[in-house]
């Protein structure tokens, strides 16, 4: 697997193109974007896309040096600081890093495969990382047999369709680790961008709808909220109860029509 050698070099070299931004055509033949406004990182943001993953390094409005692995969901996320392990949670997560530390982050997917990277927190920046779905030591699972069975006959009826699996809900703990990503960020359109990488993927009761509501201050993005995770509500016949998270009538009816 390809090895970066840390976001501080690259930064530097983005520095130099001070008054626009810069495209820099890497030896590997990927491309790399940096835009710089002041000395450092500070007002300024950096971002690496390659085939396997995408990570982008801003300036945090709060000064916090954090880490966030956004995707896939699901994955175990394990933070070394040398040899020892600092920090371990499911995807997605945020790791409050300390400042000009290097990290190894190593993603261990459902079917045991892994994948690293090294990151240099940057002071007063938030990285984000996006692991794409190509993995280095990924090994693909070979197809299963295919055994030939004969159509019946003509006059004998199909077998009814095997009954479909009605979805279950996020369990209780992943639930609660989505709440926390989303506290985390700072403003509202950050905040319904965390929840629509969740709702890709999961399933919400009324009840689970209603605390996410919750999260958002303004009327209008209590009602987006409410718009990204409708086609993944398992209990629609029980919207009513989602009255009480509003205010104002005409915010009420909007959510009541999208359960008709």
């Given at each position: 697997?390809?090895?970066?050698?840390?976001?501080?070099?690259?930064?530097a070299?983005?520095?130099?193109?001070?008054?626009?931004?810069?495209?820099?055509?890497?030896?590997?033949?990927q491309?790399?974007?940096?835009?710089?406004?002041?000395?450092?990182?500070?007002?300024?943001?950096?971002?690496?896309?390659?085939?396997?993953?995408?990570?982008?390094?801003?300036?945090?409005?709060?000064?916090?040096?954090?880490?966030?692995?956004?995707?896939?969901?699901?994955?175990?996320?394990?933070?070394?600081?040398?040899?020892?392990?600092?920090?371990?949670?499911?995807?997605?997560?945020?790791?409050?890093?300390?400042?000009?530390?290097?990290?190894?982050?190593?993603?261990?997917?459902?079917?045991?495969?892994?994948?690293?990277?090294?990151?240099?927190?940057?002071?007063?920046?938030?990285?984000?990382?996006?692991v794409?779905?190509a993995?280095?030591?990924m090994?693909?699972?070979?197809?299963?047999?295919?055994?030939?069975?004969?159509?019946?006959?003509?006059?004998?009826?199909?077998?009814?369709?095997?009954?479909?699996?009605?979805?279950?809900?996020?369990?209780?703990?992943?639930?609660?680790?989505?709440?926390?990503?989303?506290?985390?960020?700072?403003?509202?359109?950050?905040?319904?961008?965390?929840l629509?990488?969740?709702?890709?993927?999961?399933?919400?009761?009324?009840?689970?709808?209603?605390?996410?509501?919750?999260?958002?201050?303004?009327?209008?993005?209590?009602?987006?909220?409410?718009?990204?995770?409708?086609?993944?509500?398992?209990?629609?016949?029980?919207?009513?109860?989602?009255?009480?998270?509003?205010?104002?009538?005409s915010?009420?009816?909007?959510?009541?029509?999208?359960?008709?």
């Amino acid at each position: 697997m390809k090895r970066w050698l840390g976001i501080a070099t690259a930064l530097a070299l983005c520095s130099t193109a001070h008054a626009q931004g810069m495209v820099m055509n890497t030896p590997d033949g990927q491309v790399r974007v940096g835009v710089w406004g002041f000395q450092g990182h500070h007002g300024g943001r950096f971002a690496e896309t390659e085939s396997d993953h995408r990570l982008t390094v801003e300036r945090d409005p709060l000064g916090r040096t954090r880490i966030k692995v956004m995707s896939p969901e699901g994955a175990m996320l394990h933070v070394y600081q040398g040899r020892q392990e600092v920090y371990v949670d499911d995807v997605p997560t945020v790791f409050q890093a300390k400042a000009n530390e290097q990290y190894r982050l190593v993603l261990v997917f459902a079917d045991g495969s892994r994948w690293s990277k090294h990151v240099q927190a940057q002071p007063g920046a938030v990285a984000r990382l996006w692991v794409l779905g190509a993995y280095d030591d990924m090994t693909p699972t070979p197809a299963a047999p295919v055994n030939y069975q004969p159509p019946p006959p003509a006059y004998a009826p199909a077998p009814p369709p095997p009954p479909v699996a009605a979805p279950q809900p996020i369990e209780h703990r992943r639930f609660e680790q989505l709440k926390r990503a989303i506290k985390a960020e700072s403003f509202a359109q950050q905040k319904l961008g965390v929840l629509q990488t969740a709702a890709s993927g999961s399933y919400f009761t009324i009840h689970q709808v209603g605390e996410l509501v919750d999260l958002y201050t303004f009327a209008e993005n209590k009602v987006q909220a409410v718009r990204l995770v409708r086609p993944h509500v398992v209990d629609p016949e029980n919207a009513f109860n989602l009255g009480s998270h509003f205010t104002f009538s005409s915010n009420k009816d909007e959510v009541q029509k999208m359960f008709q």
